[in-house]
């Protein structure tokens, strides 16, 4: 199979970029911190919100892209915990954005077959939001295509604390005396129990900073930042960050013999690629 097979190249540089692209080696899990809407909108003299607006069309673009080339999961960074800092109609806007992005988007994202997933403290969110995540979660649980992660109101400190307290509340409950966490215990108690680690994190803007983003799973994560601004981030950026991953030489603190290469043999994940790594 050709990764052509898959995605229609709108463009002789997309064309091109999926000719490079190896369909079996793609991450299996995908991150963003969709990042530099605000930038985008100053650069033409247009208020932060337009930079916003432009940015859910990027996120559609790679959304689409994504399910298209059969990823397993792909994470948004769509509102972090320290973004309530910034001036208060701004952050309403991004509600009220991502409300209407549900409401527009849904019935597309559920004919696609993708699951809808919100990791965060969304019970810290505006009722409407809630109502409207749960409602889309609800719609699209039993889906098995490609998981859509969006973090909303996440921190990854926060995601660990939350998941320290859940287990002392478990040993308080259980009355242990000799409770023993391992990194399984504590990757399963995060908001992300159950997914991959991310492969591949991406970054727009320019900014080199994680930004509290996924801070456990991104251990070995490849990192990819650009000077592309979000709202610019096209189909061809993808798949250039793409092809960049599968460059690069993954030794997860080993020698590297090739076989470590990006996107080849294991799930990113050192202790399933047969070596004993301790925890
Ligand atoms: C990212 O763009 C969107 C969110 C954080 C919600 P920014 O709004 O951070 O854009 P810049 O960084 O100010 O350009
Ligand atoms: C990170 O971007 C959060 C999201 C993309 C949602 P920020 O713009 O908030 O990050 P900083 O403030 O530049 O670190
Ligand atoms: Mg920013």
Known sequence: MKTSDLLKPASREEAQLLEKLDPDRLPKHLAVIMDGNGRWAEKRHLPRIAGHRAGVKAA??????????????????AFSLENWRRPQAEVDFLMRLLREYLKRELPSIHKNNIRLLVIGRSEQLPEGVRKDIDEAM????????????????????????D???????????????????????????????????PDLLIRTS?????????????????????????????????????VDFQSRERRYGGLGSGKGRAGSGGNGNPKRSGHPVRG
């Not at 609800?138 to 995601?159: D, P, S």
């Not at 409950?173 to 908001?191: K, N």
């Not at 080199?208 to 061809?236: C, G, H, K």
Request: aromatic share 10%; proline share 2%; glycine share 6%.
């Open 60 to 77: 559609r673009e790679v959304i689409e892209t994504c399910a298209r080339l059969h990823l397993r999961c792909l994470t948004l960074y």
């Open 206 to 242: 320019g900014e080199m900073r994680v930004s509290n983003f996924l801070l456990w799973q991104i251990a070995y994560a490849e990192i990819y930042v650009t000077e592309t601004l979000w709202p610019d981030f096209s189909r061809a950026r993808l798949l250039e960050a793409l």
């Open 138 to 161: 609800r719609v699209t649980a039993r889906n098995t295509g490609m998981k859509l992660v969006v973090a909303l109101n996440y921190g990854g400190r926060a995601e660990l604390a």
């Open 163 to 197: 998941a320290f307290n859940a287990l002392l509340d478990h040993v308080r409950a259980h009355g242990l005396s000799a409770f023993h966490a391992d990194e399984q215990t504590i990757s399963d108690h995060l908001y992300t129990a159950g997914l991959p680690d």
